[in-house]
């Protein structure tokens, strides 16, 4: 299995980064070779000269790394596309298509096998000279970043390029995306830097500007389906109702698929519509709604943060048989990790809530194919009946506002709103339509 076959629906993205790898390939194979034929034979094979050989030619020219040259290769990648359509899988790919040394390619093979230790470590994250960054936290600040740009002047260990993934570069600071500027403009020989982001706003204007930008775009549905069943293994009508209510983000859909709590939590969502005829219903709806997102966040968090305070109070010298208690001058260290665990449940807690203005969204959009006649299949054609019911009660200028009272719930919250706010502002417009 090729390293593109998990980015699915995207044929135009992997057929420029395929071409990259293969140019990338190209480069590193000549410079290696070319500091095999500088470094010479052993004194023990050294030739007799020949006085009347003729001087060899010239090299041909080699792909480059350097912007600008003929090469599809170049130093800094800017992944974006919407939620869902896979912009880190892309960049994982191509990861692992930098580092691929199946023997094949000496045969006119792609890289990106899939199956040699370059790809298959590259992919599961285990690559010395791949550093995959995400982070669950609200931002990336300028110490992460620091550590990144160090990584990044560091030649390979072993592998064929240095490569970093940022997976979240839209939630760069100012500060860290300045500390990251130089690192994308001035690169060190044979380091690769693969930013992700959901658009190229999301991104400083002198960053993007130093990178070859890819856009993905949402993967049909039955892609989706079809990528569940084969690699997750998911009986077909689950993986085409997943996709569907999904509408293409692969991520969601496998969740939805095999998580019962996600499909619980999804059908509570769906029935916040309902429950919106009065004030009363409106803010315990909302209510219910953050209270939601909240044992969300309390789930993931209970395992996560019990394993890292363990790990932390051990490395920090508080055994067993002490009483718990740690060493003098350790408390700033836990306190740190206090705080992140704090930041971490913030976001988590806002993702989850999110996610459920997503599902939200796909109601009203199918109440409002419903209204206007539409031949599109529904998302949510498991509550049909509901749909059909707002979508017979309103008209279609009701439901489009709506639909901007949940957009607007989205932005408020990504501007720290507080979400109970935010959302009793948006039950309260759902009502009145």
């Not at 040699?116 to 600040?141: K, M, N, P, Q, Y």
């Not at 039955?222 to 689950?238: H, K, N, Q």
């Not at 983000?249 to 009065?278: C, N, Q, S």
């Amino acid at each position: 299995m090729a390293v593109w076959d998990d980015v699915v629906g995207q044929d135009r993205v992997t057929a420029q980064l395929a071409a990259a790898a293969r140019d990338a390939d190209a480069y590193v194979t000549a410079e290696h070779e070319r500091a095999g034929a500088e470094a010479g034979p052993g004194p023990a094979e050294q030739p007799q000269p020949e006085p009347q050989s003729e001087p060899e030619p010239e090299s041909e020219p080699r792909p480059s790394a350097d912007r600008g040259s003929a090469s599809q290769m170049t130093h800094a990648w800017l992944f974006t596309g919407p939620p869902g359509s896979g912009r880190s899988t892309a960049a994982r790919a191509f990861a692992a298509a930098l580092q691929c040394v199946s023997p094949d390619r000496a045969l006119g093979g792609a890289p990106g096998c899939g199956f040699c230790d370059g790809c298959h470590t590259s992919l599961v994250g285990t690559h010395a000279d791949v550093e995959i960054v995400r982070t669950d936290l609200l931002s990336i600040g300028v110490k992460e970043t620091r550590d990144l740009v160090r990584r990044s002047s560091l030649s390979p260990a072993g592998g064929r390029w240095q490569v970093i993934v940022l997976e979240d570069a839209d939630r760069l600071t100012e500060g860290a995306g300045n500390v990251l500027l130089k690192a994308v403009e001035e690169p060190a020989p044979r380091t690769v830097w693969l930013l992700c982001a959901p658009s190229v706003e999301d991104v400083l204007p002198t960053i993007r500007s130093r990178c070859r930008h890819l856009s993905l775009r949402t993967p049909p549905v039955g892609a989706v389906a079809d990528v569940l069943v084969r690699r997750d293994g998911i009986e077909p009508e689950a993986a085409d109702r997943a996709a569907r209510a999904t509408q293409g983000h692969i991520g969601r859909a496998r969740r939805l698929a095999t998580d019962e709590r996600a499909r619980a939590r999804r059908a509570a969502v769906l029935k916040l519509p309902l429950r919106v005829d009065d004030i009363g219903g409106c803010l315990k709806a909302a209510q219910e709604l953050i209270d939601a997102a909240g044992e969300d966040a309390k789930q993931v968090a209970e395992d996560v943060d019990t394993k890292e305070t363990e790990e932390l109070r051990a490395a920090l010298g508080a055994a067993a048989g002490t009483g718990g208690r740690l060493p003098r001058g350790t408390a700033g260290a836990m306190k740190e990790l206090q705080d992140k665990q704090k930041r971490r449940s913030t976001r988590t807690q806002r993702d989850s809530l999110d996610l459920a203005l997503v599902d939200l969204t796909g109601f009203y959009r199918d109440v409002l194919a419903l209204q206007m006649g539409a031949s599109v299949p529904l998302a949510n054609d498991e509550v049909r009946d509901s749909i059909h019911r707002i979508a017979t009660a309103s008209s279609p200028e009701r439901t489009l506002r709506r639909i901007e009272a949940v957009i607007a719930c989205r932005e408020a919250l990504d501007r720290n709103v507080a979400p109970l706010l935010a959302v009793e502002a948006m039950t309260a417009a759902l009502r009145a339509g």
